[in-house]
């Protein structure tokens, strides 16, 4: 499988568990309906730690942790709800690596932001669509992942949000092995153009609030404009 194919995987699982979320579902099978399902359409393993999906719901949503501690909550969805997932598909040592955000409003998945009622819940996702639109307008081949943090992190701050990632990254480079990473991270000054692909996975919320935003896609190169895989 190619790198666009296994991201097809996570693609397309989104799109599954957003047909079949409901209210009083459980988070924990909220994981295994996507898990079974990406084994389903191609994958033969999960990179990350071993667990295929992170779900986190409601004001959990803003809960960052390293997949070596994660568990799967045993909570339910509520009627009106927020839901963060972020699928981690490999097949044959090629990953996948995709994110988003599912509102949950009258009991069925949001389709579009502008269809969300919450107006919370609807700028923070307006947010991601931003900072998603900011990377591609300011990143270019030679820009470092030090300069794309600082200023990714800067919007973050002056748009009224917190980058809640829990090692306070936007993002990182696909590799073999997870332990090679490298990150979008202050220090950082190798040029984008150094790796094939690299995530941008902004993680936010608003100053003391309970619920958590996150949009992933993987991004390269290309005539050197940057495009989603």
Same mark, same amino acid.
């Given at each position: 499988m190619?790198y666009?194919?296994?991201q $097809?995987?996570a693609?397309n699982?989104?799109?599954?568990?957003?047909?079949?979320? +409901?209210?009083?579902?459980? *988070?924990?099978?909220?994981r295994?309906?996507?898990?079974?399902?990406?084994?389903?359409?191609?994958?033969d393993?999960?990179?990350?730690w071993?667990?295929? $999906?992170?779900?986190?719901s409601g004001?959990?949503?803003?809960?960052? /942790?390293?997949?070596?501690?994660?568990?799967?909550?045993?909570?339910? =969805?509520?009627?009106?709800?927020?839901?963060?997932?972020?699928?981690?598909?490999?097949?044959?040592?090629?990953?996948g690596?995709y994110?988003?955000t599912?509102?949950?409003?009258?009991?069925?998945? /949001?389709?579009?932001?502008e269809s969300?009622?919450n107006t !919370?819940?609807?700028?923070?996702? *307006?947010? !991601?669509e931003?900072? @998603?639109?900011?990377l591609?307008?300011? $990143?270019?081949?030679?820009?470092?992942?030090?300069?794309?943090?600082? @200023?990714i992190?800067?919007?973050?701050?002056t748009?009224?949000?917190?980058? *809640?990632?829990? *090692?306070?990254?936007?993002? @990182?480079?696909?590799?073999k092995?997870?332990?090679?990473?490298?990150?979008i991270? +202050?220090?950082n000054?190798?040029?984008l153009?150094?790796?094939?692909?690299?995530?941008?996975?902004? @993680?936010?919320?608003?100053?003391?609030? =309970?619920?958590?935003f +996150? +949009?992933?896609?993987?991004?390269?190169?290309?005539?050197?404009? #940057?495009?989603? #895989?």
């Amino acid at each position: 499988m190619t790198y666009s194919e296994v991201q $097809a995987i996570a693609k397309n699982t989104i799109e599954y568990i957003k047909t079949v979320i +409901k209210p009083n579902m459980n *988070l924990q099978e909220v994981r295994k309906i996507c898990e079974d399902k990406m084994f389903e359409l191609g994958a033969d393993s999960f990179w990350y730690w071993n667990i295929g $999906a992170f779900v986190f719901s409601g004001n959990e949503t803003t809960v960052s /942790v390293s997949g070596r501690d994660y568990v799967t909550s045993d909570k339910v =969805i509520a009627e009106n709800d927020i839901i963060t997932i972020d699928l981690s598909p490999q097949n044959n040592n090629i990953w996948g690596d995709y994110a988003r955000t599912i509102i949950i409003e009258d009991g069925k998945a /949001v389709s579009g932001n502008e269809s969300i009622q919450n107006t !919370e819940w609807h700028n923070g996702l *307006l947010m !991601e669509e931003a900072l @998603h639109s900011e990377l591609k307008a300011f $990143a270019t081949p030679d820009t470092s992942f030090e300069e794309l943090y600082y @200023h990714i992190n800067e919007l973050i701050k002056t748009k009224g949000y917190i980058n *809640l990632d829990f *090692l306070g990254n936007l993002g @990182h480079s696909i590799v073999k092995n997870k332990n090679e990473r490298i990150y979008i991270e +202050k220090e950082n000054t190798k040029k984008l153009r150094e790796v094939k692909y690299f995530t941008f996975e902004p @993680h936010i919320c608003t100053e003391g609030s =309970i619920y958590g935003f +996150k +949009k992933e896609n993987i991004y390269y190169f290309k005539d050197s404009k #940057l495009v989603e #895989l």
